[in-house]
C-alpha cells in the first residue's frame, strides 16, 4: 500500500489563536512558518518530573522577585513570529512590566531570557534542539535541553556552541537567573 506524507498544516496567527481557545485540552504550537505543530499529552513520569523542574524555578523566582515564571501552559510569540511554550520559562521583571495588560494575556509578544525543554519519551530530539535554537534566535539568553533518558542536559546560550553535560547532579542559572541552581536528581530518577 501506498502512503503519501501529509503536507503540514499552516495557519495564520488569528487562526492559531482561534485553535487554541476552541481546543484549550490540546496543546498547540506555531512555526515561524505557520506550520502548527500538535503535541500530545506526557505521561505521567514526564508530568511529574516537569513538575519540579518548574517547581524549581518558580521557588527561586518567588524568593528573589526578579521576574515570572512560566510552566509548560505559556505560551510566547516570539519576534520570528513562532508561538512557543516551553515546559518551564522565565521573564525579567522589567521585561514582563514593559508588556501591556492586554499583551500579558495572550501569547505574551517576546522571547524569554530562560527556558528549558524537558525530553519526554514522544519528543524526537531534533525537533527539541531545533525549537531550543529558535528560542537562542530570538533572544534567550539561556536554555536547557533536559533529556533524562540519557541523563543529559544540552546548555544552549546565543552565539556559542551548545555545551553537552553528561550526568550533572545540577545545572546553574548563571548570570540569567543569579543564585538558581536545579536540582537534577527528581528528573533523572528511573
Not at 521583571?93 to 522571547?111: K, N, V
Not at 519519551?121 to 525537533?127: K, T, V, Y
Amino acid at each position: 500500500m501506498l502512503q503519501m506524507e501529509t503536507p503540514p498544516l499552516r495557519v495564520s496567527r488569528q487562526l492559531f489563536e482561534q485553535l487554541t481557545i476552541e481546543n484549550p485540552d490540546t496543546r498547540l504550537e506555531r512555526a515561524s512558518d505557520g506550520t502548527l505543530i500538535v503535541m500530545p499529552p506526557t505521561g505521567s513520569e514526564t508530568s511529574s518530573r516537569n513538575l519540579s523542574l518548574s517547581g524549581q524555578l518558580w521557588s527561586w523566582n518567588e524568593a528573589t522577585g526578579s521576574g515570572k515564571a512560566f510552566d509548560s501552559n505559556g505560551g510566547f510569540e516570539l519576534p520570528d513570529s513562532s508561538i512557543y511554550a516551553a515546559d518551564a520559562a522565565w521573564v525579567s521583571l522589567d521585561r514582563w512590566q514593559q508588556l501591556s495588560r492586554a499583551e500579558r494575556r495572550t501569547f505574551a509578544p517576546l522571547c524569554p531570557d530562560f527556558v528549558a525543554e524537558l525530553r519526554s519519551p514522544s519528543d524526537r530530539i531534533a525537533d527539541l534542539r531545533e525549537k531550543m535554537s529558535a528560542y537562542c534566535a530570538n533572544g534567550a539568553r539561556l536554555g536547557w535541553l533536559i533529556d533524562p533518558e540519557e541523563r543529559r542536559v544540552e546548555v544552549y546560550r546565543p552565539g556559542r556552541e551548545v555545551e553537552v553535560l553528561r550526568g550533572p547532579e545540577a545545572v546553574s542559572g548563571e548570570d540569567v537567573l543569579p543564585g538558581f541552581v536545579l536540582k537534577l536528581a527528581p528528573l533523572f530518577e528511573d
